[in-house]
Each structure stands twice: as C-alpha cells, then as structure tokens.
C-alpha cells in the first residue's frame, strides 16, 4: 500500500490507528496505574525505544508509518490487526527497522550534537527505500511550497503584536473576549477512530485555559480533561487505562484550551517571529511562538479576516519532530465573539473532524469536569 491516492492514505491512516491503539493489548507485567506511562512498563519486546512516554511513542510510531507511506502492518505481522497479541511478534523489517533507528541516532550524535536533525524522513520522504539519484523532474519542476515548516523567511515589515491585535478584534475585540468566562457545546466527532461515521462530542470550558471533551462511541465515553496545568486522556480507545499527558502533547491541550480563551494569547510565548505563505491559495501570515523547552507553534493567520485558520505544533521524540495541524474554520458569532464551529485534527497516525451544532456561552460549569478522569480498565 502506497501514497498516490486519498483513498489509499486513508485505508493507510486508518490501519495504523488501529494498529497503533491495538497495541495497548500488548502488555508487559506491572503496568503502572498512575503517572505517565514507559514504553518498557506498559509494552512487551520494545528493544531500542524504552523509557519513552507512552503519548510521545505513538507520535514515534507515526514518523515510522508517515516516513514509509504505509501502517504498521508493514513492520508488524499481518495477523496484528485480527491478533492485538502478534505486535510483539519480531520480523524481519521490525529487526530492520531497530538497525535504521541505531543508525540514525549515532549519526545525530556523531554530527549532530545529538540533535535529530536526521530522521526518517529525511531519507524515505513517503517510499520504502531512499532515492539515491537525482530526479530531474523535482530540479527542473515547481518547487514545492509547504507552509507547515519550522524554519522559515522572517518578514520584517510586521510585527507579531499587530497580526494578533488583528486576530483579537476580528474576534469582536477585547472587550467582547473578557466577558466569555465560559461555555458548553455540542456536536459530532469523526476519524479513522469511528470509521469517519460521526459520533456525539460534549464540550465544556472554562476561562482562562480548562477544557474537557466526551466522545460517545458505541463501546463507550472517552474523555479528554485539561485542568489548566495536567492532561489526561482514559477511555477505552486510549492506549492505556488512563494516559498522562507530557511535554509537546500537554503542549497541545494547553494550546487547544488557549485557542477556546484567547484574551492572553500574546502573553503564552516568551518570543514570537512573523512570516509569510499562503493555504489554499489564500495569503496568510505565520507568527511563530517560542519558549524554553518546547519547539516552536505555528499560528496561521488569514490576511483578508485577520482570524485564525490553523496551528502547527510538533512534539520532539526520539526519532525527530512530529507535528500536529489543528484547522479552524465556520466562524460564528456567540455572545459577541467569533468562535470556530469546525476543527479538523490532523496527526501522523489519524485525522478527526469536530463539528458543532451549538455554543452555550457563560453557563455555570461544576469544577469537577476538569478533574482527573477515572482509569477505563482495559
């Protein structure tokens, strides 16, 4: 199975979210019950990437399956997607694979300072094997324009505090954004994790940065609670009985929450960098926000409404960068401010759609919601 089709990167995507949550039946002894989880105590014959936390290993394998343009299944057994057990069978391109990660991570720390400047990606681009000559076509052809980049031309004619002075009036100002303190919505979520069939989502949240969702599958809810500070995610289509958010994917909780409460937004990075691309052939500005100990978030501004259109995160793993778009669009006016109805999610391992039916704003929200979910045992 190869790129070349939306079809096949779906049927591609999709194997792999259920090969990548399939995996949680794969236990090793002594899982631990509260704080994050380890590779090593939560899964069995994991040689070269132990210690890693469990929500940082799946954007791992991600980078494996976005770098080859295939699932899991490509390294794992086949039988794994019937057979949850087979994903600890070892094969031969699972040897293989453990071979390229020891490769990769002496030439980073042998050239590198062992940054991961070499990944995956940076050979197989989307193909099984790495090109080894040049292709005319890609010297001679239009270059590709990809505005979900790191690096990036700095503009200096603008300043990151104009374009989110911008962002904050075409909201409805900062007047109208002080008095949303809170709100409720409904709606439907789909993925590769429902068969892309739409399922209900609940939201609540509550200024300055709490959020909570419910999804309703038909084996049951699964919650993902942001309290401001933590982030968990338990229910049975969680990886664990209940996941401890860290580092880049606590990042994006805090992000997400930001983006439903933006009144601070100038105050989340300690540094910010402006540029230009365009979507979709429609001009947008990037401003970029740093802070230490986290890479850099992409915020894409369009330039005909001053609103906010995408963001890109990526988290730092092992085996490099790994990013995360999150998409807004369908804006409407609640109480005075322009809120998205429409969020898509895009990751390495799935796509999901929010579409709201419903906004309730500053309605009393028992604290309670954004407490720490109970452990959906597994």
């Known amino acids: 199975m190869r790129f070349g089709s939306k079809y096949t990167v779906f049927w591609a995507t999709a194997v792999t979210l259920v090969c990548l949550l399939g995996v949680v039946s794969v236990r090793a002894q002594g899982t ?14 994991i040689q070269v990437l132990k210690g890693m936390r469990i929500d940082t290993f799946f954007d791992a394998m991600g980078m494996f399956a976005a770098s080859m343009g295939d699932d899991c299944t ?18 031969p391109r699972i040897q293989r694979a453990r071979q390229m990660i020891v490769m990769m991570q002496a030439l980073n720390k042998q050239y590198f ?14 193909a099984y094997t790495p090109v080894n000559a040049p292709r005319l076509a890609l010297q ?4 590709e324009d990809d505005p979900n980049v790191i690096t990036f031309v700095v503009d200096p004619r603008t300043s990151a505090e104009s374009v989110l002075d911008k962002y904050l009036q075409a909201l409805g100002g900062p007047g109208a954004l002080s008095k949303l303190t809170s709100f409720t919505a409904k709606g439907t979520y789909s993925g590769f994790d429902t068969g892309d069939k739409q399922i209900p989502v ?29 982030g968990w995610w338990a229910g049975f289509d ?13 990042d994006r909780a805090r992000l997400e929450a930001l983006v439903a409460f933006p009144a601070n937004i100038k105050q989340a990075y300690t540094s910010w960098k402006v540029g230009r691309t365009a979507i979709e052939d429609k001009d947008v500005t990037i401003v970029q926000g740093s802070k230490e100990g986290l890479l850099p978030v ?24 790994v990013p995360t778009q999150l998409e807004y669009s369908d804006y409407r006016d609640v109480a005075g401010v322009k809120m998205p109805f429409n969020w898509v999610m895009t990751q390495t391992y799935m796509q999901a759609t929010i579409q709201l039916s419903g906004i309730q704003p500053n309605v009393p929200i028992d604290a309670a919601r ?4 109970a452990p959906v045992p597994h």
């Open 32 to 45: 631990p019950a509260d704080g994050p989880q380890t590779t090593d105590t939560l899964f069995k014959n």
């Open 74 to 91: 490509y390294c794992h057994s086949k039988k794994a997607v019937l057979d949850r057990a087979a994903f600890a069978d070892v094969t």
């Open 113 to 126: 300072g062992g940054g991961t400047k070499v990944t995956c990606f940076t050979c197989h681009r989307g």
């Open 140 to 143: 001679y052809g239009s270059p």
């Open 202 to 230: 609940e939201i609540f949240a509550k200024a300055p940065n709490q959020r909570a969702w419910i999804l309703s599958f038909l084996d049951g809810q699964s919650h993902r609670v942001f309290d401001g500070t933590n």
């Open 238 to 250: 969680a990886p664990a009985p209940i996941e401890v958010l860290t580092t880049g994917n606590l």
């Open 298 to 321: 992409n915020f894409y501004f369009d330039n005909a409404t001053g609103l906010l259109v995408r963001i890109v995160r990526w988290n730092d793993t092992p085996v490099g960068p």
């Open 370 to 373: 954004f407490n720490r979910p």
